[in-house]
């Protein structure tokens, strides 16, 4: 079976730009995570969301973050205007009610 | 609030034995205990859950005490291959927070032949 899937898996741009980072779930998964983890503060939950629909997004950071979950089988963070601290690995979980999470490979993401 | 893991790290010589802790200073549902290997994605090992028996996956094994809020993990005769980054993610009990995990800082775990 095909796990998480994110991409891209590395990301490398300027500051200011627009960042995209994609993420399909598994299959018959009702619920999905955005994860951010660097050294300083390790894995931290950005936003989850429950049958498309965002449940707690207490940790996005700022108004610059965002989320999307058009349909059951994709999920989108963008950032925007992008800055270096943002610089991190993102990753994307989803599981079935509160079972284990999956996570995708993450994406690397260097803001220069 | 995030649990707190203890210790922050550890070094093992291949055969011994190793106990990773994790506390809290809420009220648990559930604990979920993860390892990661440097430039990978956590991967699960078990779920410990509200009045469930301890867990075992291989020689590893998990206890939860929910009185005092706290799991913890047992490395037993432990392999290269337990080397990485060890995370317990903890589920609050009541609330609107079904599903939510909160990660520890994590313990980082080496073995050595």
């Known amino acids: 079976d095909a796990g998480v899937i994110q991409s891209p898996r590395h990301e490398v741009t300027e500051m200011g730009q627009e960042v995209t980072l994609r993420c399909k779930p598994i299959s018959g998964h009702d619920y999905l995570f955005w994860y951010r983890q660097t050294m300083m503060r390790g894995l931290e939950l950005l936003i989850y969301?429950?049958?498309?629909?965002?449940?707690?997004d207490s940790g996005m950071p700022e108004d610059r973050f965002s989320a999307k979950m058009p349909n059951a089988s994709f999920s989108t963070l963008k950032i925007q205007p992008s800055e270096p601290r943002d610089s991190a690995v993102y990753f994307c979980?989803?599981?079935?009610?509160?079972?284990?999470?999956?996570f995708g490979d993450g994406t690397r993401l260097s803001i220069l | 609030q995030q649990p707190v893991q203890s210790p922050q790290a550890v070094i093992l010589r291949e055969g011994e034995d190793a106990v990773i802790n994790c506390s809290s200073s809420?009220?648990?549902?559930?604990v979920h205990w993860y390892r990661q290997k440097h430039g990978e994605a956590p991967v699960f090992l078990m779920i410990l859950l509200k009045g469930g028996e301890q867990m075992r996956h291989e020689k590893i094994s998990a206890s939860f005490n929910e009185k005092k809020q706290q799991s913890s993990l047992y490395l037993t005769a432990s392999q290269l291959s337990y080397s990485g980054t060890y995370f317990c993610g903890t589920e609050i009990l009541g609330g609107t927070s079904y599903g939510k995990l909160t990660f520890g800082q994590g313990t980082i775990l080496t073995v050595h032949p």
């Open positions: 809420k009220a648990l549902y559930s």
């Open positions: 979980a989803s599981s079935h009610g509160n079972q284990p999470q999956h």
């Open positions: 969301f429950n049958n498309n629909v965002p449940i707690d």
